[in-house]
């Protein structure tokens, strides 16, 4: 039966421990132990942090596109026949319009289909808000009173005026957005006027139509946005607003997972008509979507130079610790101790470095995401305010989520790169000839 020991057996442990927390006098390296697991702490910290406010921007991203706009979006070209008045002849010539006739039909054939949960009939224009002295460039949808309360976001917006309830049951009511309302200086109650380009058709062109109407819903959906160019009014008032008698711009079709919405892209091509067209809000935010990945991706090779960094302190507080402790390795190696049993004392050194001051980082890090409101909140405190605006950033806080799979990353890569650089000092102390560690002593 042989004696020699198992491998991270119990002396070993009681060694690096005794080295780690060694004194000045005797040979110390308790500073520089400190100065690694500090390193590694606030590295770590650093990655973890960052990858939850990464993760916190695409979900709250996400989730304020798809709780205030359509999944998909169903527009439709078609070519129809107007009367046109020449001197004394009327003649018909044909024109592409890019709106739906028999849009209830459609949006119920729509709405039968399995996973979309609602198809709402839109008018969609474009015109400028005012009162008084103020105006602004507002995007207006026309929507049926119950499906625009329907709407996740409108339904739970971040914050509101008003009953949701007037909508559609106050005449000439309509609901503006929180930025909308900022940029006008008006409330519920107040009244506002829309003007948009498309209006009355006269012998020299159409002329500008304008109407009033009185605001009874103000929303915050958490994104700027669309808090500061939106405005709904009751579909059958936009219907003859907009010149759309009968007639409505767009579907929007609302389905039960919006993250996967290329599923339903086949079934729903096939309920349409000819001449469709059909897109996602993927193609709309595409673009921004695929910049946020190559973002996430450079920060996290950053970040994980960072923790690279932070591990080259164990690498020369175990080389100094190997150049003072060179008696002890000597006088160990003559008591018997293999080289095995010298590279796994000066692992486990560097090692538990490594492991402490990732999991300090961790809790540390997840501790910030936990608690970034009122960490934000004092910053911006502390600074005088203003420190983020939304108008630029797009949402109105800073955002974090914690995702077990972006800790795990980050725990994984810390102590891959804390163990794999403890190695070679290690080696190199199981390496040393005792005969010339022990020649001067």
């Not at 046109?84 to 319009?97: A, I, K, L």
């Not at 709904?232 to 003859?240: I, N, R, V, W």
Request: hydrophobic fraction near 50%.
């Amino acid at each position: 039966m042989s004696d020699t020991p198992r491998p991270f057996a119990r002396f070993e442990w009681m060694i690096a421990w005794r080295y780690l927390r060694a004194k000045r006098a005797e040979g110390g390296v308790s500073v520089m132990t400190w100065i690694s697991l500090v390193g590694v702490t606030l590295a770590v910290f650093a990655l973890v942090a960052t990858l939850a406010v990464r993760s916190g921007f695409r979900a709250d991203f996400v989730d304020t596109i798809v709780g205030a706009n359509a999944h998909l979006t169903v527009r439709q070209q078609r070519q129809e026949i107007i009367t046109v008045t020449q001197g004394d002849q009327t003649v018909e010539v044909p024109r592409w319009v890019d709106t739906i006739a028999d849009f209830e039909t459609l949006a119920a054939d729509l709405a039968a289909i399995p996973g979309v949960e609602r198809a709402d009939p839109v008018v969609y224009g474009e015109g400028l808000a005012s009162r008084g002295d103020e105006g602004t460039f507002v995007q207006v949808f026309g929507i049926a009173p119950g499906e625009f309360a329907a709407i996740p976001l409108i339904a739970e917006p971040q914050d509101s005026l008003g009953d949701l309830a007037d909508f559609g049951r106050v005449p000439e009511g309509v609901a503006l957005g929180s930025g909308v309302a900022q940029a006008l200086g008006v409330g519920v109650g107040d009244r506002v006027s829309l003007t948009t380009a498309g209006g009355v058709q006269t012998a020299v062109g159409r002329s500008p139509r304008r109407a009033s109407f009185d605001v009874v819903y103000v929303f915050q959906t958490g994104r700027w946005i669309t808090d500061s160019t939106r405005i709904y009014m009751p579909l059958d008032e936009a219907q003859p607003f907009f010149n759309r008698e009968e007639r409505v711009d767009q579907i929007q079709i609302f389905v039960e997972d919006p993250d996967e919405v290329e599923r339903w892209i086949d079934p729903v091509y096939a309920a349409l008509p000819a001449g469709a067209l059909l897109y996602s809000w993927k193609d709309n935010e595409g673009a921004y979507l695929r910049a946020l990945t190559v973002e996430d991706n450079v920060m996290f090779v950053i970040l994980s130079i960072l923790v690279l960094i932070a591990s080259m302190n164990i690498i020369s507080g175990l080389i100094m610790l190997v150049k003072n402790k060179g008696r002890d390795i000597g006088i160990l190696r003559t008591m018997g101790l293999s080289q095995g049993s010298i590279l796994r004392v000066f692992f486990i050194c560097g090692a538990s470095i490594g492991t402490v001051g990732t999991a300090a980082g961790v809790l540390l890090g997840c501790l910030f995401a936990i608690y970034i409101d009122p960490i934000f909140s004092a910053v911006n405190w502390v600074s005088g305010g203003g420190v983020w605006d939304p108008s630029i950033r797009g949402i109105y806080a800073l955002p974090a989520k914690l995702e077990l799979e972006d800790v795990l990353s980050a725990v994984g890569l810390s102590l891959f790169l804390s163990w794999v650089v403890t190695i070679f000092p290690a080696r190199r102390a199981a390496r040393m000839n005792p005969v010339e560690a022990l020649r001067y002593e």
